[in-house]
């Protein structure tokens, strides 16, 4: 596509329950990114793909979260037993590759925990 | 690690005025790139500007322009003739060798008529 998707764009769940989120780069983009924007916060970041190297997952905030990139192109999010703190918006963005470049953002997914 | 402080969480312009939001940083590192990005109300982020760590010329993108004094880790981003569409979060970014963008909390501008 044109730019980067995300889907779902917004996403109600009960705390407890476990949620996808899917991001599709650019196509031809290596790098490929995902960002958690709390209310009134900054991005916060969460996982790094480049190529075939091994992700940096060194923002992820706890062994609930996990992502995984298929191909190197899709990438999803999983959020496992949500709980009321991870609402947030999560942002995937993708590059080219070299890491002076600009990312190219989705508009991110609205997740709401109640 | 890297961190970056925008101190102005919100801010307020009139049409057809000049405004200049701050970033600071700090870094260990000497090679480095910094960004502005803006993400309009519609949440899509878009990169603004660009600056290289290395250059001494502040970089320019039509109406907008940096100050980037590298001594002082400050990067301050100038809005010339601001526009209603200039109305969004501002974003100061970070990026070293660790390939990842490290982001400031956001300046939220407001243009007015």
């Known amino acids: 596509g044109a730019g980067v998707s995300q889907s779902p764009s917004n996403k109600v769940t009960e705390k407890g329950k476990d949620v996808e989120l899917r991001c599709d780069p650019i196509?031809?983009?290596?790098?490929l990114y995902w960002y958690r924007q709390s209310l009134g916060q900054g991005l916060e970041f969460l996982i790094y793909?480049?190529?075939?190297?091994?992700?940096?997952k060194s923002g992820l905030p706890s062994d609930r979260f996990s992502a995984e990139r298929t191909g190197g192109s899709v990438s999803t999010l999983t959020i496992q037993r949500t709980q009321q703190e991870d609402s947030a918006v999560y942002l995937c963005?993708?590059?080219?590759?070299?890491?002076?470049?600009?990312?190219?953002f989705g508009e991110g997914s609205r997740l709401t925990v109640l | 690690a890297q961190t970056v402080t925008q101190s102005q969480p919100e801010m307020s312009v009139q049409e057809a005025e000049t405004v200049t939001l701050s970033c600071t940083y700090d870094?260990?590192?000497?090679?480095?790139?910094l960004f502005w990005y803006k993400q309009p109300p519609s949440r899509q982020m878009i990169l603004v500007i660009r600056?290289?760590?290395?250059?001494?010329q502040n970089a320019t993108e039509n109406r907008f322009s940096v100050n980037f004094q590298k001594a002082a880790k400050s990067f301050s981003l100038k809005i010339s003739d601001s526009q209603l569409g200039d109305t969004a979060m501002y974003f100061c970014?970070?990026?070293?060798?660790?390939?990842?963008?490290?982001f400031g909390t956001g300046t939220r501008l407001q243009v007015t008529l």
């Open positions: 963005a993708s590059s080219a590759g070299s890491w002076a470049g600009e990312l190219f």
């Open positions: 196509s031809g983009h290596t790098a």
């Open positions: 793909f480049q190529g075939n190297s091994a992700p940096d």
């Open positions: 870094t260990s590192e000497s090679n480095y790139y």
């Open positions: 600056q290289e760590a290395y250059k001494q």
């Open positions: 970014a970070f990026s070293g060798t660790a390939s990842k963008l490290t």
